[in-house]
């Protein structure tokens, strides 16, 4: 992960980055944009008035991203870059960070020097971006990696911006995690790896517990919707109950993920375009994961639990058939009518558990569960699903304060009876209604007691970028993990919601 540091002083530099503030309502065009004066550093006086020369002559609009390098061959340093921050909002200066570190790829270390007034946020968003906006992954040995090992932050006083720094590393690191899970192959990516790399990423970290469930040990507590999902497979399911218990907590959350480490469909079997994408159909289970790893990491005073059921969505004999009935975890039970609807047989089995035995305060699923959500919605945003008003619109907060993005819908109560079966408790995916709609109200029925403190949010579509997008690279996102450490610490100032 590259290299990011904050300083007070950091000494000559060969490259040194200065932030350009746009100017909004300026009729004059050549001030449309201005420089943001670096703090007293140790390089020459009039460094400063030559950058902000260069602004007009640029043409520099200040937008969030926008980059301009200037040489200097005779000058000390031998490089000025100027990066736009746009208005200054903690998205601006995360866009510029992200810009920046691909800009400077063939740089070995640059500097930004920040202004003595800029706030905390600013620094956790640049800081983020540009972590972010650095993330490669490659199995391979081929290819050259860029050359940028180390940023440096230059402020006048370090330990102001301390609190926003760390928190900043440590949720761009858990996101790369995220990212680093749903990127990876599916040839590699089974169910028991899954687990143990959430027993390495825990390693380390006091209060924070693992169990992986076993496939005899599912079978013995019958988790019949994890079973059915993973039984065509030679790699068995897994359940990964992931534990961060914090002596100073008053609040209990359980984060539920679906952990589909392949999906062909099953014998409903998907199309091949439709399936070449589909080793990240665990993205859910990577984000709770992650986040509570990051929880644990950055002290959070809130107790987690995160549930990852892990099954691979297999073609063979042993696989579940359309016009089976699953029995879950609890008794319920569902017929299925698509073996390619599989994603909330193994959600409604780890909610189920979370009610039964684990009596959180909130209980909250993240699943890849619907490409309605992407018509209805694109692919940047999520659908959030709940019955309760508060806590949908903190979870919209958080995602919109951390740079992701949640839209809340309706659980139309007259979809309900779409659930009905002549068979089994509900029929799991009915024929009609509102797909993602009626995949939320087919879980809900699986939350008990918890029904009015339950979020579900679908995110399929922006758990992964055709392209890189601000801090955003191509492939795997890690949506979610932003979002949970934005809204977690949240919870420790504030009642549950009601």
């Excluded at 380390?204 to 005899?216: F, T």
């Excluded at 699986?446 to 191509?474: C, I, N, Q, Y």
Aim: glycine share 10%; proline share 6%; with cysteine.
């Amino acid at each position: 992960m590259l290299d990011i540091r904050l300083v007070g002083d950091p000494g000559q530099c060969d490259t040194l980055v200065l932030p350009v503030r746009g100017v909004a309502a300026d009729p004059d065009p050549d001030t449309r944009a201005e420089l943001l004066p670096p703090a007293a550093l140790p390089y020459p006086g009039d460094l400063a008035a030559e950058a902000s020369a260069l602004v007009p002559l640029a043409r520099l609009t200040g937008r969030a991203g926008e980059i301009r390098a200037h040489l200097r061959p005779a000058g000390s340093p031998s490089r000025l870059v100027l990066v736009g921050v746009g208005a200054g909002t903690e998205a601006d200066w995360r866009a510029a960070g992200a810009a920046l570190v691909r800009a400077v790829a063939e740089e070995t270390r640059v500097t930004l020097a920040l202004p003595a007034d800029v706030p905390p946020a600013a620094v956790r968003g640049v800081a983020e971006g540009a972590l972010l906006g650095s993330y490669r992954f490659r199995m391979t040995g081929t290819g050259t990696d860029p050359a940028l090992a180390e940023v440096t932050v230059a402020v006048t006083d370090p330990q102001r911006y301390a609190a926003a720094f760390d928190t900043a590393r440590a949720t761009a690191r858990m996101t790369r995690f995220a990212r680093d899970l749903t990127n990876m192959p599916s040839s590699v990516k089974s169910p028991e790896w899954f687990a143990g790399q959430v027993d390495t990423a825990r390693a380390g970290l006091a209060d924070l517990d693992l169990r992986v469930w076993q496939p005899d040990e599912l079978t013995g507590a019958g988790f019949g919707g994890l079973l059915a999902v993973g039984g065509g497979s030679a790699r068995g399911p897994r359940l990964v109950e992931l534990s961060w218990r914090p002596a100073d907590a008053t609040r209990h959350v359980v984060l539920v993920g679906k952990g589909i480490t392949f999906d062909t469909g099953g014998i409903s079997i998907k199309p091949v375009p439709a399936m070449k994408l589909m080793r990240k159909d665990m993205a859910g289970a990577a984000a709770v994961v992650a986040a509570t790893v990051g929880a644990a990491a950055l002290r959070l005073p809130v107790r987690v639990t995160a549930l990852a059921p892990l099954a691979e969505n297999m073609v063979s004999g042993s696989a579940f058939r359309p016009g089976d009935v699953v029995r879950h975890y609890g008794g319920s039970t569902s017929e299925t009518t698509n073996s390619d609807a599989e994603g909330r047989l193994v959600l409604a089995d780890a909610l189920a558990y979370a009610v039964d035995r684990l009596a959180p305060d909130l209980l909250v699923d993240l699943a890849t569960l619907t490409g309605a959500n992407a018509v209805a919605l694109g692919s940047r945003t999520a659908a959030l699903y709940s019955d309760n008003d508060e806590l949908a619109a903190a979870l919209v907060d958080a995602a919109a304060e951390a740079g992701e993005s949640a839209w809340r819908m309706p659980l139309v109560g007259d979809y309900v009876e779409y659930l009905g079966s002549d068979l089994a408790d509900y029929f799991s995916a009915p024929a009609r209604g509102a797909g993602s709609v009626v995949a939320a109200l087919f879980l809900r029925e699986f939350t008990g007691d918890l029904r009015d403190r339950w979020a579900h949010l679908d995110m399929s579509a922006p758990s992964w970028a055709s392209a890189a997008d601000r801090e955003l690279t191509a492939g795997a996102t890690g949506w979610g993990v932003r979002t949970l450490l934005r809204w977690l610490p949240t919870l420790a100032q504030a009642a549950t919601p009601s």
